[in-house]
């Protein structure tokens, strides 16, 4: 046919690599095509298995990470409260007792004496579980003085006797003192008043706050 045997030759090889050229490209394109029936049957597997570390190591675009109980309460919005069952309502303060301490009696001044007598009662309504009277002078008292069961100084010119529990309507306490001033004076200006009554609130002011005027004469100036 006019051919040689080299001329054979050439066209077979070169066929040859062609053909060896095209299964690569298309191993490459498709492996699993050029891979054997136990190959395929093993790749599903063995690439699993090595995507799953990928894909756990890469993150996730867009997800939100696990939020604390209180931020997602706070983002769940305000949440009513339930009505309480069987809630008691709130008692209103019982209002303070009322009652009426009146304080009469007199003062006498001679030399450096002052005798003062009280007679303190309660008008009422309510009882008083206890009272205390104060008595400022004008005129500073002596250091040295004997005071009756209840009362104590307070300051240079001033004493605090307390009268005890007084009842509504119930009859007057009695309180006497004698005292010494810290010299003689003319005259000595006697205030009295009350400074505690149990907590009980007192309308009528003018019947136990006193202030006396007594010149010493040894007269009894009464309040």
């Given at each position: 046919?006019?051919?040689?045997?080299?001329?054979?030759?050439?066209?077979?090889?070169?066929?040859?690599?062609?053909?060896?050229?095209?299964?690569?490209?298309?191993?490459?394109?498709?492996?699993?095509?050029?891979?054997?029936?136990?190959?395929?049957?093993e790749a599903p597997a063995d690439r699993a298995a090595s995507v799953a570390p990928a894909a756990e190591a890469l993150p996730v675009v867009g997800a939100v990470p696990a939020a604390p109980a209180?931020?997602?309460?706070?983002?769940?919005?305000?949440?009513?409260?339930?009505?309480?069952?069987?809630?008691?309502?709130?008692?209103?303060?019982?209002?303070?007792?009322?009652?009426?301490?009146?304080?009469?009696?007199?003062?006498?001044?001679?030399?450096?004496?002052?005798?003062?007598?009280?007679?303190?009662?309660?008008?009422?309504?309510?009882?008083?579980?206890?009272?205390?009277?104060?008595?400022?002078?004008?005129?500073?008292?002596?250091?040295?003085?004997?005071?009756?069961?209840?009362?104590?100084?307070?300051?240079?010119?001033?004493?605090?006797?307390?009268?005890?529990?007084?009842?509504?309507?119930?009859?007057?306490?009695?309180?006497?003192?004698?005292?010494?001033?810290?010299?003689?004076?003319?005259?000595?200006?006697?205030?009295?008043?009350?400074?505690?009554?149990?907590?009980?609130?007192?309308?009528?002011?003018?019947?136990?706050?006193?202030?006396?005027?007594?010149?010493?004469?040894?007269?009894?100036?009464?309040?």
């Amino acid at each position: 046919m006019g051919l040689t045997r080299r001329g054979l030759l050439m066209p077979l090889s070169a066929a040859a690599a062609m053909a060896a050229t095209m299964t690569v490209l298309v191993a490459a394109a498709v492996p699993e095509a050029a891979a054997s029936p136990e190959t395929r049957r093993e790749a599903p597997a063995d690439r699993a298995a090595s995507v799953a570390p990928a894909a756990e190591a890469l993150p996730v675009v867009g997800a939100v990470p696990a939020a604390p109980a209180a931020l997602a309460a706070l983002a769940a919005g305000p949440v009513e409260a339930a009505p309480a069952t069987g809630a008691v309502p709130a008692v209103p303060a019982a209002p303070a007792p009322s009652a009426d301490l009146a304080h009469h009696g007199y003062v006498s001044v001679w030399g450096d004496h002052v005798a003062i007598r009280i007679r303190s009662e309660n008008l009422g309504p309510s009882d008083v579980a206890a009272s205390t009277v104060r008595l400022r002078f004008s005129e500073p008292l002596a250091v040295r003085q004997e005071l009756p069961h209840g009362c104590l100084r307070s300051g240079r010119a001033a004493v605090l006797c307390e009268t005890g529990g007084l009842r509504s309507r119930g009859g007057a306490r009695q309180t006497a003192l004698d005292l010494r001033l810290a010299g003689s004076h003319d005259e000595v200006v006697v205030r009295l008043d009350t400074v505690w009554n149990g907590g009980a609130r007192d309308a009528d002011r003018t019947n136990d706050a006193h202030e006396v005027l007594a010149p010493a004469t040894g007269d009894a100036y009464a309040f």
